[in-house]
Protein backbone atom coordinates (compact mmCIF):
# COMPACT_ATOMS: atom_id res chain seq x y z
CA UNK A 1 0.00 0.00 0.00
CA UNK A 2 0.99 3.36 -0.79
CA UNK A 3 0.53 6.28 0.99
CA UNK A 4 0.78 9.53 -0.76
CA UNK A 5 1.76 12.72 1.67
CA UNK A 6 1.70 15.87 0.27
CA UNK A 7 4.35 17.61 2.78
CA UNK A 8 8.11 16.80 2.61
CA UNK A 9 9.98 14.04 4.82
CA UNK A 10 10.14 15.62 8.42
CA UNK A 11 7.27 17.64 8.78
CA UNK A 12 4.52 16.65 11.36
CA UNK A 13 2.51 14.30 8.66
CA UNK A 14 5.03 12.35 7.72
CA UNK A 15 6.47 11.69 11.26
CA UNK A 16 3.47 10.74 12.53
CA UNK A 17 2.30 9.07 9.79
CA UNK A 18 5.29 6.69 9.73
CA UNK A 19 4.67 5.47 13.34
CA UNK A 20 0.78 4.64 12.02
CA UNK A 21 1.66 2.49 8.86
CA UNK A 22 4.19 0.63 10.63
CA UNK A 23 1.04 -0.63 13.03
CA UNK A 24 -1.29 -0.83 9.82
CA UNK A 25 0.96 -2.71 7.82
CA UNK A 26 1.63 -5.59 10.36
CA UNK A 27 -2.33 -5.48 10.49
CA UNK A 28 -2.78 -5.63 7.43
CA UNK A 29 -0.01 -7.90 6.54
CA UNK A 30 1.72 -5.72 3.58
CA UNK A 31 4.63 -3.07 3.16
CA UNK A 32 3.46 0.11 3.37
CA UNK A 33 5.66 2.36 1.51
CA UNK A 34 5.39 6.51 2.20
CA UNK A 35 5.65 8.47 -0.87
CA UNK A 36 6.20 12.46 -0.08
CA UNK A 37 4.91 14.56 -2.83
CA UNK A 38 5.40 18.32 -1.70
CA UNK A 39 4.41 21.30 -3.66
CA UNK A 40 1.70 23.54 -4.77
CA UNK A 41 0.07 23.43 -1.56
CA UNK A 42 -0.73 19.92 -1.44
CA UNK A 43 -2.65 19.90 -5.03
CA UNK A 44 0.06 17.34 -6.53
CA UNK A 45 -0.20 14.68 -3.97
CA UNK A 46 -4.08 15.33 -3.97
CA UNK A 47 -4.52 15.39 -7.52
CA UNK A 48 -2.31 11.76 -7.67
CA UNK A 49 -4.37 9.99 -5.62
CA UNK A 50 -7.81 11.43 -6.82
CA UNK A 51 -6.75 10.11 -9.96
CA UNK A 52 -5.67 6.88 -8.48
CA UNK A 53 -7.54 3.53 -8.79
CA UNK A 54 -9.81 3.26 -5.85
CA UNK A 55 -8.55 -0.07 -4.77
CA UNK A 56 -6.79 0.63 -1.45
CA UNK A 57 -3.46 0.66 -2.77
CA UNK A 58 -2.97 4.07 -2.93
CA UNK A 59 -4.15 6.37 0.13
CA UNK A 60 -3.88 9.72 0.68
CA UNK A 61 -2.53 10.52 3.91
CA UNK A 62 -3.43 15.09 4.14
CA UNK A 63 -5.16 17.90 6.51
CA UNK A 64 -6.89 20.82 6.45
CA UNK A 65 -4.18 21.97 3.79
CA UNK A 66 -5.24 20.00 0.76
CA UNK A 67 -9.02 19.54 2.05
CA UNK A 68 -10.02 22.40 3.84
CA UNK A 69 -7.71 25.41 3.10
CA UNK A 70 -7.23 24.99 -0.90
CA UNK A 71 -10.62 25.69 -2.30
CA UNK A 72 -10.32 29.05 -1.06
CA UNK A 73 -6.04 29.75 -1.40
CA UNK A 74 -6.40 28.55 -5.00
CA UNK A 75 -7.47 29.84 -7.97
CA UNK A 76 -7.26 26.74 -10.14
CA UNK A 77 -8.11 23.63 -8.29
CA UNK A 78 -6.83 20.09 -9.93
CA UNK A 79 -9.30 18.33 -7.74
CA UNK A 80 -12.09 18.19 -5.91
CA UNK A 81 -11.70 17.35 -1.82
CA UNK A 82 -15.21 15.88 -1.83
CA UNK A 83 -16.39 14.61 -5.07
CA UNK A 84 -12.48 12.95 -5.85
CA UNK A 85 -11.98 11.12 -2.71
CA UNK A 86 -13.33 8.21 0.17
CA UNK A 87 -13.14 9.81 3.58
CA UNK A 88 -11.40 6.98 5.57
CA UNK A 89 -10.30 7.39 9.26
CA UNK A 90 -9.70 11.15 10.83
CA UNK A 91 -6.47 10.18 13.03
CA UNK A 92 -6.47 13.55 15.31
CA UNK A 93 -5.20 16.82 15.50
CA UNK A 94 -1.86 19.03 14.76
CA UNK A 95 -1.46 21.75 17.02
CA UNK A 96 0.49 25.03 16.10
CA UNK A 97 2.29 27.44 17.88
CA UNK A 98 3.95 30.96 16.99
CA UNK A 99 7.73 30.99 16.74
CA UNK A 100 10.25 33.64 16.06
CA UNK A 101 14.05 34.57 15.56
CA UNK A 102 15.55 34.46 19.36
CA UNK A 103 17.44 37.48 18.31
CA UNK A 104 13.46 39.14 18.08
CA UNK A 105 13.52 41.63 21.51
CA UNK A 106 9.90 40.28 22.49
CA UNK A 107 8.83 37.32 24.79
CA UNK A 108 5.73 37.18 24.43
CA UNK A 109 2.65 37.94 22.07
CA UNK A 110 2.04 41.26 23.13
CA UNK A 111 5.55 42.11 22.84
CA UNK A 112 5.94 41.00 19.16
CA UNK A 113 2.81 43.60 17.99
CA UNK A 114 4.15 46.00 19.56
CA UNK A 115 7.83 45.88 17.74
CA UNK A 116 5.79 45.50 14.37
CA UNK A 117 2.96 48.37 15.33
CA UNK A 118 6.52 50.31 16.08
CA UNK A 119 8.31 49.45 12.64
CA UNK A 120 5.95 48.45 9.98
CA UNK A 121 6.90 45.82 6.89
CA UNK A 122 10.10 45.21 9.40
CA UNK A 123 8.79 41.40 9.95
CA UNK A 124 7.93 38.49 7.81
CA UNK A 125 6.55 35.17 8.29
CA UNK A 126 7.16 31.94 6.42
CA UNK A 127 4.63 29.22 5.27
CA UNK A 128 4.52 26.17 4.70
CA UNK A 129 1.16 25.17 4.86
CA UNK A 130 -2.01 26.59 4.51
CA UNK A 131 -2.29 25.84 8.34
CA UNK A 132 0.89 28.61 8.51
CA UNK A 133 -0.38 30.99 5.66
CA UNK A 134 -3.96 31.28 7.37
CA UNK A 135 -2.55 32.15 10.45
CA UNK A 136 -0.20 34.62 9.62
CA UNK A 137 -2.74 36.49 7.84
CA UNK A 138 -5.03 36.02 10.78
CA UNK A 139 -2.06 37.42 13.05
CA UNK A 140 -1.52 40.27 11.03
CA UNK A 141 -5.40 41.35 10.62
CA UNK A 142 -6.58 40.56 14.22
CA UNK A 143 -3.20 42.39 15.66
CA UNK A 144 -3.51 45.12 12.94
CA UNK A 145 0.08 44.87 12.00
CA UNK A 146 2.17 45.37 8.50
CA UNK A 147 3.75 41.23 7.88
CA UNK A 148 4.99 40.33 4.66
CA UNK A 149 4.23 36.87 3.75
CA UNK A 150 7.27 34.48 2.69
CA UNK A 151 5.33 31.46 1.19
CA UNK A 152 8.00 27.94 1.07
CA UNK A 153 6.77 24.27 -0.66
CA UNK A 154 6.98 22.72 3.10
CA UNK A 155 7.57 23.63 6.86
CA UNK A 156 11.25 22.45 6.91
CA UNK A 157 12.98 24.60 4.61
CA UNK A 158 10.31 27.57 5.97
CA UNK A 159 11.58 26.48 9.36
CA UNK A 160 15.43 26.70 8.32
CA UNK A 161 15.40 30.59 7.04
CA UNK A 162 13.24 31.26 10.52
CA UNK A 163 16.38 29.57 12.03
CA UNK A 164 18.86 31.53 9.80
CA UNK A 165 17.17 34.52 10.39
CA UNK A 166 16.21 35.40 7.55
CA UNK A 167 12.37 35.05 7.89
CA UNK A 168 11.15 36.70 11.50
CA UNK A 169 8.83 34.17 12.23
CA UNK A 170 6.59 31.67 11.84
CA UNK A 171 3.04 29.23 12.30
CA UNK A 172 4.54 25.95 12.78
CA UNK A 173 2.81 22.57 13.77
CA UNK A 174 4.27 21.56 17.23
CA UNK A 175 6.34 18.74 16.15
CA UNK A 176 8.41 20.36 13.67
CA UNK A 177 8.80 23.40 15.53
CA UNK A 178 9.16 22.12 19.33
CA UNK A 179 13.06 20.18 19.12
CA UNK A 180 14.11 23.79 17.71
CA UNK A 181 12.74 25.64 20.88
CA UNK A 182 13.81 23.03 23.14
CA UNK A 183 17.45 23.40 21.72
CA UNK A 184 16.76 27.77 21.66
CA UNK A 185 17.65 27.79 18.10
CA UNK A 186 13.71 30.08 18.21
CA UNK A 187 11.34 31.17 20.77
CA UNK A 188 7.66 29.70 21.25
CA UNK A 189 5.36 32.40 22.08
CA UNK A 190 1.58 30.98 22.07
CA UNK A 191 -0.27 28.10 20.63
CA UNK A 192 -3.13 28.61 18.01
CA UNK A 193 -5.92 26.81 19.21
CA UNK A 194 -8.82 28.76 21.58
CA UNK A 195 -8.13 26.20 23.73
CA UNK A 196 -4.74 25.69 25.71
CA UNK A 197 -2.77 22.86 24.26
CA UNK A 198 -2.16 19.52 27.01
CA UNK A 199 0.64 19.33 24.96
CA UNK A 200 2.33 22.54 25.67
CA UNK A 201 0.50 23.87 28.55
CA UNK A 202 3.41 26.08 29.48
CA UNK A 203 2.47 28.23 26.40
CA UNK A 204 -0.65 30.81 25.90
CA UNK A 205 -2.92 31.08 23.62
CA UNK A 206 -2.94 33.35 20.78
CA UNK A 207 -6.61 34.23 21.77
CA UNK A 208 -5.50 35.51 25.52
CA UNK A 209 -3.70 38.47 23.30
CA UNK A 210 -5.21 38.84 19.55
CA UNK A 211 -9.02 38.19 20.71
CA UNK A 212 -11.08 35.62 17.91
CA UNK A 213 -8.19 33.41 17.29
CA UNK A 214 -8.65 30.12 16.76
CA UNK A 215 -6.94 27.83 14.52
CA UNK A 216 -6.53 24.29 14.53
CA UNK A 217 -5.01 21.65 12.05
CA UNK A 218 -6.34 17.85 11.42
CA UNK A 219 -4.97 15.22 9.89
CA UNK A 220 -6.78 11.81 8.15
CA UNK A 221 -6.65 9.08 5.79
CA UNK A 222 -8.31 9.29 2.19
CA UNK A 223 -8.83 6.97 -1.11
CA UNK A 224 -9.79 8.12 -4.34
CA UNK A 225 -13.51 8.03 -4.76
CA UNK A 226 -16.06 5.03 -5.17
CA UNK A 227 -13.72 2.72 -3.14
CA UNK A 228 -15.17 -0.70 -2.17
CA UNK A 229 -17.35 -0.52 1.02
CA UNK A 230 -15.50 -3.25 2.44
CA UNK A 231 -12.27 -2.04 2.03
CA UNK A 232 -13.03 1.35 3.69
CA UNK A 233 -14.54 -0.10 6.47
CA UNK A 234 -11.00 -2.95 7.27
CA UNK A 235 -8.82 0.18 6.80
CA UNK A 236 -10.97 2.27 9.18
CA UNK A 237 -11.12 -0.35 11.89
CA UNK A 238 -7.42 -0.56 11.83
CA UNK A 239 -6.76 2.63 11.72
CA UNK A 240 -8.74 3.38 14.67
CA UNK A 241 -7.68 0.40 16.70
CA UNK A 242 -3.51 1.60 16.06
CA UNK A 243 -4.53 5.38 17.11
CA UNK A 244 -6.67 4.29 19.97
CA UNK A 245 -3.51 2.57 21.48
CA UNK A 246 -2.17 4.05 24.82
CA UNK A 247 1.17 3.23 23.69
CA UNK A 248 0.84 4.79 20.62
CA UNK A 249 -1.36 7.78 21.69
CA UNK A 250 2.01 8.18 23.73
CA UNK A 251 3.99 8.37 20.41
CA UNK A 252 2.10 10.67 18.96
CA UNK A 253 1.35 12.91 21.37
CA UNK A 254 5.50 12.84 22.11
CA UNK A 255 5.76 14.00 18.46
CA UNK A 256 2.80 16.98 18.71
CA UNK A 257 0.13 15.01 17.51
CA UNK A 258 -3.58 14.65 19.47
CA UNK A 259 -4.72 11.71 18.75
CA UNK A 260 -8.33 10.08 18.19
CA UNK A 261 -10.51 9.03 15.47
CA UNK A 262 -14.53 8.13 14.52
CA UNK A 263 -16.22 6.12 11.88
CA UNK A 264 -16.01 7.28 8.14
CA UNK A 265 -19.58 8.92 8.44
CA UNK A 266 -18.14 10.79 11.30
CA UNK A 267 -15.26 11.90 8.97
CA UNK A 268 -16.77 12.59 5.64
CA UNK A 269 -19.65 14.94 7.65
CA UNK A 270 -16.47 16.79 9.41
CA UNK A 271 -14.35 17.61 6.14
CA UNK A 272 -17.70 19.02 5.18
CA UNK A 273 -17.76 21.21 8.13
CA UNK A 274 -14.15 22.12 8.33
CA UNK A 275 -14.98 23.59 4.79
CA UNK A 276 -17.21 26.22 6.00
CA UNK A 277 -15.00 27.00 8.62
CA UNK A 278 -12.03 27.83 6.39
CA UNK A 279 -13.49 29.70 3.74
CA UNK A 280 -14.48 31.84 6.89
CA UNK A 281 -10.87 32.23 7.96
CA UNK A 282 -9.50 32.94 4.80
CA UNK A 283 -11.79 35.35 3.84
CA UNK A 284 -11.90 37.37 7.05
CA UNK A 285 -8.00 37.56 7.04
CA UNK A 286 -8.41 39.36 3.87
CA UNK A 287 -6.06 36.17 1.60
CA UNK A 288 -6.60 36.36 -2.17
CA UNK A 289 -6.31 33.24 -4.23
CA UNK A 290 -3.07 32.59 -5.85
Do not use: C
Not at 150 to 167: C, E, F, H, N, Q
Not at 214 to 225: L, N, R, T, V
Amino acid sequence: ITLVLPFAAGSGTDTTTRIISMELGTALGTSMVIENKAGANGSIAASFVARSAPDGYTLFVTTNTSHSANPYLLKTMTYDPIKDFTPIARTGDLPFMLVIHPDIPANSVAELIALAKKEPGKYSYASGSSSAIVSGATFARLAGIDLLHVPYKSSPPALTDVIAGRVSMMFVDVLTGLPHVNGKALKALAVTTKQPSALLPQLPTMDATVKGFDISSWQGYFGPANMPRDVVVRLNAEIRKIVERPDIKAQLAERGMEAFSGTPEEFDTFVKDQLKVWEKLITEAGIEKQ
